[in-house]
């Protein structure tokens, strides 16, 4: 009988723990801090990804202006960067960090180590997307003397606009997928919570909780960019 | 002004494909008159397209020059060439129109690049889609018209901004035979009522045939026939031309061989076709076989050419040449396909 109580008495503490711990507005707090990193890093990567897309486009073969060396060049760095794993990544440029950030850890400098790492990526989601784009259409382009310039902004990235959209989805999720890594650099978000209570204080609820706000967070870009790609796209006659 | 509006020069357009050399145009010389239509015609890989690319510089010449309304674009800074090229625009066989934009929205394009004002774009392309017969389409999209009618588009967007000449690059290859005629009735409208010049590029006779005023040949990489249409259809030098214009020759040649003479009539629009063959079989007291033939009706007037096969027969061969002759039309054996 004691130990009955013992073991109840247990068990009540630990689901009492389990709200004490963690409660609605720290899983809120955790939601924001994780979508704020995950679109600031995302937005920041997009800014240096496009012209780096770009520019791996339009050197490569029968593009704008193919240059075989800077296409060669750019193209070795991008899968560098890509290769490396990102926690490894993380410990290599944090002097860069401190530069730029001022700081090693927190949440500002995780946006810059996601950002670095995510700008490789996106720009040869970015080339790929654009190698979708007929060629006629930028010949076209061209005999009505459209500079590279006009034909990049007016031609290239509007037609290319629907992949695009998805694959910004695609960025959106897997830069998310980094983001539990802020555990380590005492950042905060969804990620860091699971780990920080589902794994080091063996509470899995916490964990599970986290995990599903994660996925309802992917889901949503997912559907929200898939339909936007969809509602956008002339070329599905409705 | 010169009668004279595009001039290629000892033109050669060599291509590097890995380490070997692939010779595309090997010394053009040609020269385009204002307000012509004007003819390309050569089978697949010839190096047509090659040409006209060369023509507006989106291929830059490995030698040679062009000059196009007395400026030598190879000589013309960047700038100055982009800004030449609105005066050459193109058409193509796949149409080429942004898939994401709406017809109006295609034919301001060019406009928007030349920095013609939004407004007066908007007022210009609903004007030239009325021109082409689309001023019921203005906000479909490409994926939502047939073939005739986004070459119609395209045709609207190569005319906003004003050229003097038009390039059609198999411009009609990938339309039915209906609006092949319609785009090329429209072509003509524009020649006539515009004054625009016009060069068309085209692997069929039957194009050359109903608008071109003048022909060129091109046949690997050469120009290997040039001249008014009517001559080249009716004279063919080349062999080449000869397999244009009978685009069945295999099925004749195999027929050749079978060793019989063959005679190749040539109706230059004094006279008709049918008649002739029927009454040669009746006055002849000869059947002959039609091996292959192409007639049809260039400006009005039945013109074509007829290969017969004639009968073994001596005295019925000569009865059909003195016929022939009698009825004045022009023949001569065919020895080679
Ligand atoms: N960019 C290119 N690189 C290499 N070879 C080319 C290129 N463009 C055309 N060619 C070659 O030049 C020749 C002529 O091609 P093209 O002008 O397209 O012929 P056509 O239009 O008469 O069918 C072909 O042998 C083709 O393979
Ligand atoms: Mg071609």
């Known amino acids: ?127 790929t997307s654009l190698h979708e784009v007929d060629k006629g259409i930028i010949e076209a382009a061209q005999s009505m003397g459209a500079g590279n310039f006009k034909i990049i902004c007016k031609v290239l990235i509007p037609e290319a606009k629907p992949s695009l ?74 | 002004m010169t009668n004279e509006i595009i001039r290629i020069e000892n033109l050669n357009k060599t291509f590097l494909a890995k380490d070997k050399k692939i010779v595309a145009l090997n010394n053009i010389n040609l020269s385009i008159r204002r307000g012509e239509i004007f003819g390309i015609i050569g089978l697949s890989g010839a190096g047509k397209s090659t040409l006209v690319r060369c023509i507006n510089y989106l291929e830059e010449p490995t030698e040679g020059s062009v000059i196009f309304e007395e400026k030598n674009l190879g000589k013309l800074k960047k700038k100055e060439l982009l800004k030449a090229r609105r005066s050459m625009a193109m058409i193509f066989q796949n149409f080429n129109l942004l898939s994401q934009r709406n017809a109006l929205q295609n034919v301001c394009f060019p406009m928007e690049i030349a920095g013609v004002p939004k407004a007066e774009a908007k007022k210009r392309a609903e004007e030239l889609l009325n021109v082409v017969g689309l001023s019921d389409r203005m906000t479909s999209y490409p994926s939502q018209m047939s073939g005739g009618q986004k070459q119609r588009v395209a045709i609207a967007r190569a005319l906003s901004t004003n050229p003097s000449v038009l390039l059609c690059d198999e411009a009609t290859s990938a339309l039915d035979p209906n609006t092949t005629a319609q785009i090329l009735e429209l072509l003509k409208k524009i020649n006539q009522e515009l004054g625009i010049t016009i060069v068309i590029i085209t692997h069929e006779m039957k194009v050359i045939e109903s608008i071109c005023n003048r022909v ?55 006279t008709a076709f049918e008649p002739v063959i029927s009454q040669l079989t009746l006055e002849c007291r000869a059947m002959v076989n039609i091996v292959a033939a192409n007639t049809k009706t260039v400006h009005g007037k039945p013109v074509g050419q007829m290969v017969i096969q004639l009968p073994s027969d001596r005295d019925a061969v000569n009865r059909i040449m003195v016929y022939l002759i009698d009825k004045g039309i022009k023949f001569e054996e065919v020895t080679e396909a």
């Open chain 1, 1 to 127: 009988m004691n130990t009955a109580l013992i073991l109840m008495s247990s068990w009540a503490e630990k689901i009492a723990n389990i709200f004490k711990s963690v409660t609605v507005s720290d899983y809120a707090d955790a939601f924001l801090a994780t979508m704020g990193i995950t679109l600031i890093s995302t937005v920041i990567a997009y800014l240096f990804g496009i012209p780096l897309g770009v520019l791996l486009y339009g050197t490569s073969e029968e593009k704008m202006f193919p240059n075989r060396l800077i296409n060669k060049i750019l193209g070795i760095i991008v899968n560098v960067f890509r290769s490396i794993p990102f926690i490894i990544l993380l410990v290599m440029i944090q002097p860069v960090a401190k530069l730029i950030v001022g700081k090693t850890i927190g949440n500002a400098a995780f946006v810059f180590y996601l950002t670095v790492a995510a700008i490789p990526f996106i720009a040869r989601m970015i080339e």
């Open chain 2, 216 to 270: 060129a040949v091109i046949d690997d990489s050469h120009i290997v026939e040039l001249g008014e249409v009517k001559d080249v259809f009716l004279h063919p030098k080349s062999k080449i031309a000869r397999q244009l214009i009978f685009p069945h020759g295999d099925a004749a040649s195999q027929k050749f061989e079978s060793g019989k003479r063959s005679l190749r009539l040539v109706f230059d629009g004094t």
């Open chain 1, 165 to 238: 959209l998805l694959g910004a989805a695609i960025v959106f999720a897997t830069i998310l997928g980094y983001t539990p890594m802020a555990y380590l650099i005492a950042g905060d978000g969804l990620g860091a919570l699971a780990i920080q209570y589902g794994l080091y204080r063996f509470n899995p609820t916490v964990m599970y909780i986290s995990s599903i706000l994660l996925i309802i967070l992917v889901q949503i870009m997912q559907e929200a960019f898939g339909f936007l790609a969809r509602k956008t796209d002339r070329r599905i006659s409705k």
